[in-house]
């Protein structure tokens, strides 16, 4: 029901960014009923995440049923883990992409760049710590040789 909507949001401020609409659309809900909700609704852009939330909740129903769906979605969001991924420079949208398909729909990509690594990637998820970095490689080579 709400898979498209997760596999969407790629990082953390997109997370935010769904949790503050879901919480804004329920609030107009309780304002004025139907009128505010759709009025909301109107100023919201109709693309990206944002146009699929509000696409998901007009087919959701009315009220009751929306308000539901929103809950719902909220829950599934705050559901989702975020991956730590740190690179020596900024990653495009498309790549980021990729790693969200590796990752699955309840996975985010915190993304840290960090000129210091040279290049390659440390990786942080679910407690566990992965690091192929440059850096890394070099730091070793130079405590093997003693120097």
């Known amino acids: 029901m709400y898979s498209d909507i997760l596999w969407s949001i790629k990082t953390e401020d997109?997370?935010?960014q769904v949790l503050s609409l879901i919480d804004t659309l329920i609030n107009s809900l309780y304002k004025m009923g139907?009128?505010?909700?759709?009025?909301?609704v109107t100023y919201l852009p109709q693309t990206g995440i944002v146009g699929r939330v509000v696409d998901g909740v007009k087919v959701a129903?009315?009220?009751?049923?929306?308000?539901?769906?929103?809950?719902g979605l909220k829950s599934e969001v705050k559901k989702m883990q975020g991956v730590q991924l740190t690179t020596a420079i900024d990653i495009d949208g498309q790549f980021l992409g990729e790693l969200k398909k590796i990752g699955g729909e309840k996975v985010f990509i915190n993304i840290k760049?960090?000129?210091?690594?040279l290049g390659g990637a440390a990786i942080a998820f679910g407690g566990r710590y992965s690091e192929a970095t440059l850096a890394a490689k070099i730091d070793q080579a130079l405590k093997e040789m003693k120097i």
């Open 113 to 117: 760049v960090d000129p210091g690594i």
């Open 34 to 40: 139907e009128e505010s909700f759709e009025q909301v």
């Open 14 to 16: 997109e997370v935010v």
């Open 61 to 71: 129903g009315s009220g009751g049923e929306r308000q539901g769906w929103l809950e």
